[in-house]
C-alpha cells in the first residue's frame, strides 16, 4: 500500500517537473490556425477604431499578391506582358527606392470563411 | 489510478492550453497596433529603399532572456516584393510574405502561408526585425524559384521546433527558407541533392539547451521531435542563413531594424 502511494506520488511530482522543465525556452510563435484567420476582423478593428488605430493611412484587406519578377532590367508582374506606370522605374539599375503602398495591408479571412 | 491518470491528465491538457496560448501568433499584441503597423511600413520602407525584390526576414516571439544562445530570431520567412491586390479590387506595390506557419490545433504539423507585414510583426515580443537582402543575381533566382511554386515542392509538413537542416525527416519555417534558397541557387528541388549541399557547405547553430529538457520537450510537446539528430542539436537560424549567403559572397546587405536603430538612421541622414 505504502509503495503504491510512493509510486503514484513520484509519477504525480515527475509529471509536474517535465511540465516546469520542458524547453519552453525554444518555443515557436510560428502558430497559424483558423483562428489566426478569424482574429483577422479583430486586427482590423484594433487598426481602424479607436485610440490604437492608425492616423492617416487606410488599413486594406489583401486577396492575393503576385510576386513582380525582374525583367530584362525592369520589373514585371509575373506572367503579366504589360507593365503598369509604378512598375517602369523599377529597373534593376536605378537607385530610386521601389514604391511602397501607403495603406496598411493585411491578410483577409481564409477560403474556408467564405462559406 | 483513476484519479491519478485524471490528475496526470489534467496537468497535461493545462500544460498543453498553456503552450498553445504562448505559441500561436493570435495572441493579443504587445505594442499599440497603429505602432506595429507603423513598424511594420518602416521595415517595408527601409527595404524598399535598398531595393530589395525578395529578402530574408525574421521577427522576435519571445523574450529574449528566454532563448537558446545563439538563438536572436524566433520566425523566418521570406518577403517578396508583389502586386497586392486589395479586397475593393486596388492594386497596390508592397511586400507580401511567404511563411512556413506551425498550425495551433497540429502543432507537428505546418501549412505555408502569406501575410503582410502588419500580420508578421503583430505579436512579436519586441518590435524587431532581421533582415537579410541577398545579391539580385540570387534575388531573380528566387523570384524564380517562388514562380514555379519551389516553396510548395520542398515544403515537408511534419513540423518540428528544432528540425535538422541536414535532413528532411522534419521541418520549421528556418529549414524552409534554406531549402527554398538552395533550390533556387542550384535550381533542384531533389531533396537528396539540396540535402547534401547543405550538409557541404551550411554551418548550423548548435543548440545550447539541456539533453534532459530536449528529452522531456520530444515526450511532451508533439511539435519538439529529436530522432532527426543524431548528437548535438543544430538548427538552421536567421543569422546562420545570413551567415551562409556572406561566406558565399551572395548577401548585398543585411541589417537588425528596431525603431531605435531607424531614428538613429534618420538623424544621421539629416546631420
Known sequence: ?115 | MRKLLFIVLAALSLKSAQVHAGSTQTGEPKFQPKEIAHFAKQVERYSAAKRAHVFIIARVGQPQDSLPKGVEFTHVALAVYSQITMANGEKKPGYAIHNLYQLHDDPAKSSLIIDYPTDFFWAVEELKAGIAIPTLAVQKQLLDAINDEVPKKVHNPRYSLIANPFNNQRQNCTEHTLNIINAALYKTTDMAQLKANTQAYFEAQSLSVSPFKLFLGSVFRDEIYKKDHKGAVNIATFTTIKNYLAKHNLLAHSAIITPDMLLNAQNSQEM
Request: overall charge negative; some cysteine; glycine content about 6%.
Open chain 1, 1 to 115: 500500500m505504502f509503495k503504491q502511494k510512493l509510486k503514484h506520488t513520484f509519477t504525480i511530482s515527475m509529471t509536474l517537473f517535465a511540465m516546469q522543465v520542458a524547453p519552453q525556452s525554444i518555443a515557436s510563435d510560428n502558430a497559424s490556425n483558423a483562428s489566426h484567420h478569424a482574429s483577422q476582423g479583430s486586427k482590423y478593428s484594433a487598426l481602424t477604431i479607436g485610440d490604437s488605430a492608425v492616423a492617416g493611412a487606410q488599413v486594406s484587406t489583401a486577396v492575393v499578391a503576385v510576386p513582380l519578377v525582374i525583367s530584362g532590367g525592369l520589373t514585371m508582374s509575373a506572367g503579366s506582358a504589360s507593365v503598369s506606370a509604378a512598375e517602369s522605374i523599377m529597373d534593376s539599375a536605378s537607385n530610386q527606392p521601389l514604391p511602397i503602398c501607403e495603406e496598411v495591408v493585411i491578410a483577409g479571412p481564409p477560403p474556408s470563411a467564405s462559406l
